[in-house]
């Protein structure tokens, strides 16, 4: 379903207020200073398509995007109000023309051309269109509104414009209140009107806040449910932040976020989000589906100049008998209109990933990562292989022990590789040979130097000494520009002394990328 708006330089709507600095350039002398001096005498429609983004989910997500229910899509896409800005004419760059919109309606979040439309009565000539919305979601927002009622904003002053956010708790309500809209954003979309083609362009808007939803699983291996106590994350940065977005657009570039400098006395501040805290939540033994908690928060980053003691997100959890215990995970950032996917598995295990390529310099160890220590708490977030050249990775895993198991504990194959009714083994597969955003050409190969298909299954091999243990080999090819590819390793291990045994399954994300890149790694 779309919503149309329509507006010309001749014309007003009643409804809502087109407001006009001036589309046009100065008056001719000629006409006695009161027409317009239009390069050819006519006007032209310019069709303009206005919709929320779709959330931007990085390349080194802890887990694969689900689905948001509705209520969190319809909120997300929601326009209280909007404005359209339009530069183009003037040499000075002042603004050339308003649209300011009220409006109460949602987009349909089962239709994905949904969108508002608009259109403008224009001169021939090249436009760049800046679109806002949600304002009033911003500490700020009634001295820009007040601006832009002036049409005092130079396309300069826009672009060096910084933004204040109310409180978090307005957008993630826990008293009942309605959530107040997420503010929004674009970058300058070029809008050509010609004499010749049907003059159309779409206008994309990124949210000013990013959105985190965490996965708790219970895989103790027993019948049990297991209460969740207390779950925090932090740090989040409070502060300034750019009106627009960062970088040349039209996507958010592959890396952290950018902030205004502060003056020299001013540092920001960074606070923990507290998630549950009552202790009242269950998570059902070997449930498929995990307990989720989502909410969204101000980006964040720690640079160089606006840092902290911890240079990385940590999350505290607590469940069942296990102790409150802090995590720093592998996310170093979080931009606007980011969806970090985070799993938590309750667990007895501990389990340990490495990787080493072919050309290691000598005396080169190979990286590791453990996860579950201590308590056996697992943060599912990536393990990450960064390569420098082209050539074989080896990953190898290892299931360190599980707590109270002292012997019989055993990774679970398939010896004859096909699927069995039923029974879960180890495995793994490509879920992603184009994990970068942009990314056209798959980063991984088979002995052929065929590139491999999405889903693609790879192969395990088990260590025949060690039944904890096991690896897969991948083969990667030069490429000029960075690439990435997603793998979910998932172990199935068997314990116990009972017939059948009891099963534990845990799954694992691993990027490789053949390039070092600052963000979520």
Known sequence: MRNKRYFSIRTAAVAFTLLLLSFLPACSDENGGNSPDIPDGKLYTLTIHLQPSANHTPTTKATTKAEEDEKDDAYERKLADWWLLVYGIHPDTRLDGLIDVKSSKEYNFNDDD????VKLELPIGEYRLYALANLYSLKNGE?????LGNKSIKEDELKKATANLIEINNFNPTDGSAQQAIPMSSYATKAPVNENGENTTDVALFRMLGKVRIDLYNRMGTTENVTLKELSMGQFRTGPIWLLPYGDGPELPEIGPNFPKLADDVTPSFSTYPIVTDG???LPANSETPLSHSFYQYETGFTEDQTMADNAFTISVKAGSKELTDYEIDYDWMRRNDFLTIPIYISNIETTLSWSESRMPIGGLPEKKVYGPNNGIQVGTPF???VNHAGDVTVEYELKSIEGIDDGLAL???PGGEQVSGQK??????VSNKATAGQTVGLLIDKDNVVLEDNAEITLTPDDATPCKGSFTVRTQELGNTS???IKLTLVATYGTETPKREIEIPYTIIITNEKKGGNS
């Open 280 to 282: 009242k939540d269950n």
């Open 143 to 147: 001295d820009l509104i007040e601006k």
């Open 425 to 430: 083994f180890c495995e793994a597969t490509l």
């Open 114 to 117: 949904s969108r508002t439309e």
């Open 412 to 414: 679970k194959y398939n």
């Open 384 to 386: 990450t292989c960064t």
């Open 484 to 486: 990435s590819a997603e």
